[in-house]
């Protein structure tokens, strides 16, 4: 199946494009695998004619924002993020309005009619940099709470809260880090800015996915137990196979990011009208503007 999933997309001159915590198998056929950061940087420069998916509807959306002219594949399309449905482009609206017009930045796990609302986007690898990119010292930030308080913390600007949070990284507690900390005392623990403010407290560093991955890299260090979803311990054990990686718990599976399987792929790239995602050209406008200046502040 991984023989014929890639001569189909080399036939239809396409690419795959699959996120961190994809399972191994769909990671092994990607031509990039990534956190949301490359994934769209990768989806605003291919030549590719087809961009396939491997991730949530989120991220689809967001390569069909930035290459309208590209087809772009989502091989399970009820594949999404509970986190970027706890905002709703109403719901904005009626916060903008009660705040004045203060500038509004969004997280890339959003919906595009909310991107479309919104002054800029970020992701957890650039978070700091967009805030510190505005000029103003209020901001309102869309939809992960605990993201906005960790940018909070790392500068002197007031930011509004929108209580949304993702259910597997909010779901970690103090104790199940101090519990990981005490089996393996001598590992670092590496966390996403997608937990609480009381697991960043004690984290030794705040990475986004591939940041994760760049951090384990370069330091001495040889064990981590890792704050985040628990598909990550693969690219990570991948990156470096001769250090320890640990879950800081089970209960961070993201049930959407498991369910493309091989069978998916190739059904979707056979019958690619049924998983197309395209994003109205009203809407893609505006969302346009937001991740656009996101990816130049690189
Ligand atoms: P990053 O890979 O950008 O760190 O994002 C994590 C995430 O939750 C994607 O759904
Ligand atoms: Fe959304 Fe959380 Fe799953 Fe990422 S891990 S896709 S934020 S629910």
């Known amino acids: 199946m991984k023989d014929k999933i890639r001569e189909l997309i080399k036939q239809k001159n396409g690419i ?3 996120h961190n915590y994809q399972p191994p198998e769909i990671q092994e056929i990607a031509d990039l695998c990534g956190d949301s950061l490359e994934l769209s940087i990768k989806a605003s420069k291919t030549e590719a004619e087809i961009i396939l ?8 959306e967001t390569a069909s924002i930035l290459s309208p002219e590209k087809r772009v594949l989502l091989p399970v399309m009820d594949a999404g993020c509970p986190m970027a449905d706890m905002v709703t482009p109403e719901a904005l609206k009626k916060k903008k309005d009660q705040l004045g017009g203060i500038p509004v930045v969004t997280y890339v796990n959003s919906t595009a009619a909310v991107k479309a609302l919104s002054d800029i986007c970020c992701t957890s690898a650039n978070v700091i940099d967009v805030i510190n990119s505005i000029d103003s010292d209020e901001i309102l930030m869309t939809p992960d709470k605990n993201l906005a308080q960790y940018a909070a913390s790392k500068t002197n600007k007031k930011i509004h809260l929108w209580e949304g949070y993702c259910p597997y990284h909010d779901n970690l507690t103090k104790e199940d880090v101090l ?10 623990f590496i966390a996403h800015p997608e937990c609480s403010p009381e697991v960043l407290k004690l984290a030794d560093s705040v990475q986004s996915t591939s940041g994760m991955i760049r951090f384990v890299k370069e330091t ?3 064990s981590f137990t890792i704050g985040t979803e628990i598909g990550h311990l693969y690219p990570l054990s991948k990156a470096c196979p001769d250090k320890q990686f640990f879950a800081a718990s089970d209960k961070m599976f993201c049930e959407d990011m498991k369910k493309i399987t091989y069978e998916n792929v190739i059904n979707c790239l056979e019958n690619p009208s049924f998983f197309e995602v395209k994003v109205p050209e009203n809407i893609r406008k505006d969302a346009y503007t937001a991740v656009k200046r996101m990816i130049d502040l690189k």
């Open 16 to 18: 795959i494009l699959a």
């Open 53 to 60: 998916c491997c991730g949530v509807k989120f991220m689809a």
């Open 179 to 188: 519990s990981a900390k005490a089996e393996h005392p001598n590992a670092l």
């Open 220 to 222: 001495d260090h040889d």
